[in-house]
């Protein structure tokens, strides 16, 4: 998990600021239901298409050219990993 959030940190794309907010708030939740951090991990992110804003601008001779403006939809599933147990020997 902070492999992600570090990577996060570092992404030089536009959506690295909202996937980290996402995934911090998800993480928060998951600690909020009694799940420790350390045994999270990012099972699915995906980007579905959003709806589609039409609007438009004005163009030369009266006319107009239509802009769309795209939006999306982020989901993210976390898992939790299984918690190893140490077994110790009793030595009598």
């Known amino acids: 998990m902070e492999q992600a959030i570090t990577q996060l ?17 998800a993480v928060a939740n998951a600690k909020q ?6 045994n ?3 099972k699915e992110l995906r980007v579905d298409k959003g709806i589609v804003m039409k ?10 050219h239509r ?8 989901t993210l599933v976390l898992g939790e990993q299984a918690v190893k147990s140490r077994k110790l020997k009793v030595i009598k």
């Open 33 to 38: 239901a009694g799940i420790e951090k350390e």
């Open 9 to 25: 940190d570092f992404l030089a794309k536009r959506s690295g600021l909202p996937i980290r907010k996402l995934l911090l708030s």
């Open 40 to 42: 999270l991990f990012i």
């Open 67 to 74: 802009i769309n403006k795209r939006t999306s939809h982020i």
């Open 55 to 64: 609007r438009m601008m004005p163009a030369a001779m009266g006319s107009a």
